[in-house]
């Protein structure tokens, strides 16, 4: 292989992250015949886990579903820290020799189908140089937000404050805020994770919000998981603790959508019960929208209503109306002084890790196809995008991709078919919202998303045990194009 040929893998991953990590696995797991490559654009596993290191990053989510099936979490929380998943993840890939296929700091820009090879030929930046890569089938782990822009709303004047303003995506190291009025602008779960552990250090802590999120206190160390680990053996503890949080989450998300009311009333007493008599709970915790018509958000043993109650933290409930030097100034003309100001404004969403992609040259954009069985896009042969739920953990949809990708895979090979797309041809499909919440980072960039249609293989629909069943019964010709390559020459040479 000359210098200038492209290093050849019959699959190349792109992003090390729970996805790039999980779809290795499974796809090494099914195929063990076939070569992996992970190219990756940070230096370290992780990704949200490695990039997000802001003090009290945490899980969103109970940590067993979050993790893989195949590695259970031993450790004794059920909701973890993001520097403990990071090693989990990190201690994952090296236990199963995926450690060893990454390549770090390796950006991928663009990638090209090649109908005439059935090939892809990706063109990445790695260490600064540019390196071509070229493979059969591509899986982006990407993840679903841009990696170099959050999202940063226009604030008037925030140039005219002389204090330190830092967005949580982009945490200084050994950032100082001992002592200092730190006022953190957000109401959404980095916000509420990371407001309990500001106030250890800080002098106070203001949440600055324009409307209130719902917060659901949950046990950071669960009993129930504590006593199904007491009475099981660990392998069978695990399975069981991983059920028991897939019907918790899947029944407080069904509760919370059939019976509003009652949840709104749940959730309010929590804040009631935490907070000092007489504390507005009206005012900064009750929504003007449904449970889960946004992200519910986790606090853990009530830490944010507890740091409010011993007077280190509080919440007020105001718009912006401009900066100035020394805080910020509200439409009701209050003012928040502060020292330094968080922007706990949220994410851009990105699809496909923002790289370039084209069939034969021609320009494909993403947000133009509809998506099949929720990871493929409609007439991109042999690629897959891993994206997760928003109402379960990530890893539940991530692995169900990663073992439908490894049995399509392994499906080709068995057929010597060398691509494989899905088509829906001219059949009218309605389409609907890709991702049924109308948080902020959503609305802003649906347009980015591939399309969801309103009935399946083509629909989106967060729901893990219909997505289980699917895959249980999945036929996998179901609208799917398989062939073989024009070009009879050997693709690695090719
Ligand atoms: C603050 C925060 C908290 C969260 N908490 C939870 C939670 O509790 N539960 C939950 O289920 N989900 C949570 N999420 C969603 C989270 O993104 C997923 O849990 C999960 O980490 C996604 O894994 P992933 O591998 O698909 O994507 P990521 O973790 O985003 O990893 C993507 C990887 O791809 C790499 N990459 C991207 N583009 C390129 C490119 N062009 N070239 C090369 N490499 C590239 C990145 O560097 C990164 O390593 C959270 C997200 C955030 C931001």
Redesign the pocket.
């Known amino acids: 292989m000359t210098a200038a040929e492209p290093e050849y893998s019959d699959v190349l991953i ?7 990590i999980g779809a290795a696995f499974r796809i090494h797991e099914k195929n063990p015949g076939l070569s992996y490559t992970v ?4 230096a370290r596993i ?5 990039l ?1 290191r802001y003090p009290g ?1 945490r ?3 109970d940590i067993f579903t ?1 993790s893989f099936p195949y590695e259970p979490w031993t450790r004794p929380e059920n909701v973890a820290d993001g520097s403990d998943i990071r090693t989990y993840l990190t201690e994952t890939a090296r236990k199963y020799g995926i450690d060893e296929h990454i390549r770090f700091n ?3 820009i663009s990638a090209d189908w090649d109908s005439g090879t059935d090939t892809w030929t990706v063109e990445t930046e790695q260490n600064g140089g540019p390196k071509t890569y070229r493979g059969r089938f591509l899986f982006f ?5 841009n ?1 170099d822009e959050p999202y940063r709303p226009e604030f008037p004047g925030i140039e005219n404050f002389t204090g330190e303003v830092v967005h949580p995506q982009f945490w200084p190291e050994s950032f100082d805020y001992s002592g200092k009025r730190v006022v953190v602008i957000g109401s959404g ?2 916000a509420v994770s990371i407001i309990p552990s500001l106030t250890e250090k800080a002098g106070h802590v203001t949440m600055l919000q324009r409307s209130p999120s719902y917060l659901l206190s949950v046990p950071r160390i669960n009993p129930v998981v504590q006593a199904i680990r007491k009475m099981l053996p660990s392998t069978a503890a695990q399975s069981v603790v991983r059920l028991y949080n897939i019907v918790v989450t899947v029944l407080v998300y069904v509760v919370s959508r059939k019976a509003p009311k009652v949840t709104k009333g749940l959730l309010r007493a929590m804040a009631t019960n935490r907070l000092p008599e007489g504390y507005p709970v009206d005012v900064h915790f009750k929504p003007r929208y449904n449970p889960w018509d946004q992200r519910m958000c986790l606090i853990l043993d009530g830490d944010f209503y507890n740091v409010i109650s011993e007077g280190r933290a509080e919440v007020v409930t105001d718009h912006i109306d401009h900066f100035d030097a020394e805080g910020i100034v509200l439409k009701s003309g209050e003012r928040v002084d502060a020292d330094v100001i968080i922007t706990a404004t949220g ?1 851009q969403l990105q699809a496909l ?3 370039a992609i084209s069939i034969d040259g021609v320009e494909v954009k993403p947000q133009d196809r509809f998506v099949y069985k929720e990871h493929m896009l409609e007439d991109i042969p042999n690629l897959a995008w ?1 994206v ?1 739920y928003i109402n379960a ?3 539940l949809r ?1 692995d169900l991709t990663a073992r439908a990708v490894a049995k399509l895979l392994a499906y080709m090979d068995s057929h010597g078919y060398t691509h494989a797309y899905p088509h829906l041809g001219d059949k009218p499909m309605p389409e609907k919202p890709a991702w049924n919440i109308n948080a902020g980072y959503v609305q802003r960039a649906a347009h980015a998303l591939p399309k969801s249609g309103t009935h399946r293989p083509w629909n989106v629909r967060h729901n893990y045990v219909l997505d289980a069943i699917d895959h249980r019964f999945d036929r996998i010709e179901e609208s799917m194009v398989f062939g073989r390559a024009e070009a009879k020459e050997d693709a690695q040479s090719a």
Do not use: K, N
């Open positions: 792109i992003g090390a992250g729970i996805s790039g190219l990756e654009r940070r992780g990704g949200t886990w490695d997000f990053i899980s969103d989510s979050l390796t950006r991928v782990g990407t993840g679903y937000y990696y779960a980095t994410l890790g923002g790289v891993c997760g953990s990530w890893t991530a």
